[in-house]
């Protein structure tokens, strides 16, 4: 698995745990319920960094939103909420 995240609910930031296999690049992209990119990120990552923050989703409005989450090796897809 790329990543997980702690909570499939957010405000203004998006927290990954990251998996035991080190990846050094983590790709994500947030779409609204329509399929439109609202966000993207690609980032590498250390090896040995075991969590990481996607913050400046604030600006977003509220609703629920499709995560694709992606490294070198495998993809996920996941449904999440953005709440005041």
């Keep these: 698995m790329p ?3 702690r909570s499939l609910v957010f405000i203004d930031t998006l927290v990954f745990e990251l998996g035991d296999e080190p990846s ?3 790709k994500a992209i947030l779409k609204d319920e329509t399929g ?3 966000s993207m990120l690609e980032t590498k990552i250390s090896p040995d ?3 990481f923050s996607w913050k400046g989703l604030n600006d977003l409005p509220y609703g629920v939103y499709i995560l694709e989450i992606s490294n070198d090796k495998e993809a996920l897809r ?3 909420v953005k709440r005041i």
Aim: aromatic letters at 6%.
């Design 24 to 26: 050094v690049y983590l």
């Design 49 to 51: 960094q075991k969590t």
């Design 3 to 5: 990543a997980k995240l």
């Design 78 to 80: 996941m449904r999440l």
């Design 36 to 38: 439109k990119v609202c």
